[in-house]
């Protein structure tokens, strides 16, 4: 969920990159849903995490600023509603007793328009259960994919900034002047394993970052992911495992 548009793959995120939803569930405990709350799923990309919630909460309803995610959320999951929305752009009737969103605010460049539609959309005392990419976060892949992009004269793809990785502090103080009362943070580090063992930091840029590869010349994208995969080798492949650099956020909060 951002400001570039790209298209996302659900087959891709489903088959290669579940690690995505399958860390998600621990943040569930966190949420704590109870039988008679109404909770959103705010970047509930295939819908995953929130069919899980929904055997806990009374009511939850999914949103995603992807169409392709939330069509691949309804084939699954008919009988919960998701909707195509904006994360920092949103408004529901009916407010919610809990938000819960993992893995989404890092694509969220408008953080005030975010944390102000949660505060409007939650019940006074509601809750907000996050977690997202932190300062740091995948630095090593990005690091690189910047320098390959720019050592072929990819300039202004070179320095797009996609994600915003903040640090607690940065975020904590934001959500505290829009009124929000911080109870839990903390950010951590979580190598993540990626599925594939030949190609796992090349399937990871063909997911989340292809929008760095808008205006690249079509000859230059395979090679530019392949250099960046081996240049990065010494640092990411682990026991013939790739591993990306994670660096997460968590916080909980209540308005």
């Not at 839990?184 to 970052?209: C, H, K, V």
Request: aromatic content about 12%; glycine content about 6%.
């Amino acid at each position: 969920m951002n400001d570039t548009k790209i298209k996302w793959q659900p087959s891709l995120y489903n088959n290669k990159h579940a690690f995505v939803y399958n860390y998600g569930e621990e943040l569930i405990k966190l949420l704590d849903p109870k039988d008679y709350e109404r909770i959103l799923d705010l970047g509930c990309g295939s819908g995953q995490l929130t069919y899980k919630i929904n055997e806990l909460a009374k009511e939850v309803i999914g949103i995603d600023k992807s169409s392709e995610m939330i069509a691949d959320a309804k084939s699954k999951f008919p009988n919960i509603e998701f909707y195509v929305r904006d994360a920092s752009n949103f408004k529901f009737e009916k407010k919610f007793d809990a938000i819960f969103s993992n893995a989404t605010l890092h694509w969220v460049n408008n953080v005030e328009g975010a944390i102000k539609c949660m505060s409007d959309n939650l019940k006074p005392n509601g809750k907000i259960v996050l977690e997202f990419g932190g300062k740091g976060n995948v630095q090593t892949i990005v690091n690189q994919l910047k320098k390959s992009l720019c050592s072929r004269g990819y300039l202004e793809q070179s320095q797009l900034q996609l994600w915003y990785f903040p640090s607690i502090g940065e975020y904590t103080t934001q959500l505290e002047s829009a009124g929000f009362r911080v109870l839990f943070a903390e950010q951590y580090d979580r190598p993540t394993e990626l599925a594939d063992e030949n190609s796992g930091i090349i399937d990871w840029i063909s997911m989340f970052a292809q929008s760095f590869f808008i205006g690249v010349n079509d000859n230059h994208i395979e090679e530019i992911k392949n250099e960046v995969q081996e240049e990065i080798k010494a640092q990411c492949l682990k026991n013939g495992k790739w591993i990306a650099d994670y660096k997460r956020i968590r916080i909980v909060a209540r308005i």
